[in-house]
C-alpha cells in the first residue's frame, strides 16, 4: 500500500482558544492542551502505520499463523477515543456564550399588549345601554 502523506491537523486554532478560558480554569486548560499536542502527534504516526501497512497484518508464532488487526490501527482507534474525550473536557472549559434568542411574533404580541394601560370599568349603567 502506497504511503500517504498525512498534514497535522490544526492545533494552533485550539492553542488561540486557551486564551479566552478564564484564569482560574487556565492551568487545566494548559494541560489538557499538551495532552491534545501529544495525542495529535500520536495519532498522525500511528495513522501513517496504517496507510503504510495496512488494516491487518500476518501474525506468525510458532506453527500459529493467522491475519489479525494491524496493532497500529487497535492503537489508533483507542486513541482516537480518548483524543475526543480530552477535546471535549477543553471545550467545556471555554466561557458559555449567550445563544442569541429568536423573536415570537405572538409572544412579542401578547408581552406588548399586557404592558398596555387597560381601558377605564365600565359602569352597570353603561352595560345597560
Known amino acids: 500500500m502506497p504511503k500517504r502523506k498525512i498534514k497535522p491537523a490544526d492545533i494552533e486554532e485550539v492553542r488561540q482558544t486557551l486564551d479566552t478560558i478564564p484564569r482560574d480554569k487556565y492551568p487545566i486548560a494548559k494541560d489538557l492542551y499538551n495532552k491534545l499536542c501529544f495525542m495529535d502527534e ?3 504516526n500511528l495513522q501513517a502505520q496504517v496507510y503504510e501497512k495496512g488494516t491487518t497484518s500476518l501474525f506468525k508464532q ?3 499463523e493467522f491475519i ?3 496493532p497500529a490501527l487497535k492503537a489508533y482507534n483507542t486513541t482516537i477515543q480518548r483524543y475526543v474525550l ?3 473536557k477543553f471545550i467545556e472549559l471555554l466561557p458559555k456564550q449567550a445563544e442569541p434568542v429568536e423573536s ?3 409572544l412579542d404580541f401578547c408581552n406588548e399588549g ?3 394601560p387597560l381601558p377605564a370599568p365600565i359602569s352597570t349603567e ?3 345601554k
Do not use: I
Request: aromatic residues 14%; hydrophobic residues 25%; without cysteine.
Open 42 to 44: 500520536t495519532l498522525n
Open 62 to 64: 510458532g506453527k500459529q
Open 68 to 70: 489479525r488487526e494491524n
Open 86 to 88: 480530552v477535546y471535549s
Open 104 to 106: 415570537d411574533p405572538f
Open 114 to 116: 399586557y404592558n398596555m
Open 126 to 128: 353603561q352595560a345597560e
